[in-house]
């Protein structure tokens, strides 16, 4: 009964390069979201997606961020041109619907050198 | 105003007692309403979760509901040392399809 996976657990990137971080949700969860989470800060919301669909992506950078959730395989986020701002814990949750409870993977933690 | 806000703490709480957190949101038309708990370096937890006005109880948990003051409570009893940890309040807002929104976290503190 696997729970929701994210990969890699830790990430480091250098200034300028590409990072991508992998979602996959429990399995039947066609909702996912989303979140990035600075040390000693509460969770803010970046996207919800739905299967081939972006339902809501306010909470997302309008440049260098982008986020799928293709028919078959897991999530993305990804960000290009990575900067130090960008390191902090990312983490994915999925919910079987709308309104329902979201449960979370273990997060990514991405650091920026 | 934030759309989800809650005391940071830090909380503390003897051995044994009732700890109480609070959660106030701004949207009248959120339906759902969660608690998580989250342990430092962790992923959040998913504790209790309600839809309706009034109180829903899962052990030494109960979530208390209240639309009309827009105001929700976790109320844990016979708290223990272990229930050291952040608790993050979340509330699904209808954005053209609901997103869960957080609150910044209440730290709690149970001292042995």
């Known amino acids: 009964n696997a729970g929701v996976m994210q990969n890699p657990r830790h990430l480091v990137r250098r200034r300028g390069q590409e990072a991508r971080l992998r979602c996959s949700p429990v399995k039947g969860h066609s909702h996912v979201y989303w979140y990035r989470q600075l040390p000693e800060e509460g969770l803010k919301f970046m996207v919800y997606?739905?299967?081939?669909?972006?339902?809501?992506e306010s909470g997302m950078p309008k440049e260098r961020f982008s986020a799928e959730f293709p028919k078959e395989g897991p999530s993305i986020l990804r960000i290009q041109q990575v900067v130090r701002g960008d390191s902090a814990a990312y983490f994915c949750a999925s919910s079987p619907g709308q309104g329902a409870e979201a449960f979370f993977g273990q997060g990514t933690r991405l650091t920026v050198v | 105003q934030k759309e989800v806000e809650q005391n940071s703490g830090p909380l503390s709480v003897p051995e044994g007692a009732i700890a109480s957190l609070n959660c106030t949101y701004s949207?009248?038309?959120?339906?759902?309403f969660f608690w998580y708990r989250q342990y430092s370096g962790k992923s959040p937890e998913l504790i209790m979760f309600i839809y309706s006005n009034g109180d829903k109880e899962d052990g030494r948990f109960t979530a208390q509901l209240n639309k009309a003051s827009q105001y929700v409570s976790l109320l844990i009893r016979d708290s223990q040392p272990s229930d050291s940890a952040t608790y993050l309040c979340a509330v699904n807002l209808y954005t053209g399809g609901f997103k869960t929104i957080f609150g910044a976290g209440t730290r709690l503190f149970v001292k042995a």
């Open positions: 949207d009248r038309g959120s339906q759902s």
């Open positions: 997606l739905q299967k081939e669909n972006i339902i809501d």
